[in-house]
């Protein structure tokens, strides 16, 4: 996938949890049906986007996780440790693909509110 490397070693823990400021370029996309809900991606957001799938959509113990889009910085951290640690379910989307694919217009700290629905 363009963009990033998942041959890139695997980063630190963020020492502190950030906010997003900019539309980013890339956002993360969770493969649902890939992830096996291990949480290794979780604690290396830097800004702790990532969180399990709500109970009742899954009826696995462990159910997967997902991305909050709109607070996601598209940094590719969560991908390059799913890829490495784990099973390579995260996929980096370019925002505009991401919107378009989704119908979900992302925005920024100056756009606010985030992630509202592309109007028809
Ligand atoms: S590291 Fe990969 S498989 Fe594990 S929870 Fe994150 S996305 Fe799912
Ligand atoms: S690309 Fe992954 S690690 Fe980076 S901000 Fe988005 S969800 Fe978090």
Known sequence: MAGYDHDKNIPNLPEKITEKKKKPKMVAVVD????????????FCPVDCIAPVPDGKY???????????????GCSICARVCT????????????ATF???YQIELS????PPYGTPKPN
């Open 32 to 43: 649902e049906d890939n992830c096996t809900g291990c949480q290794a991606c979780v604690p």
């Open 59 to 73: 009826e696995t113990i462990i159910p997967p996780v997902q991305i909050r889009f709109n607070e996601c910085t």
């Open 84 to 95: 490495k640690m784990t099973w390579d379910a995260i996929e980096m989307l370019p925002t």
């Open 99 to 101: 919107e378009e694919v």
């Open 108 to 111: 920024d700290a100056t756009t």
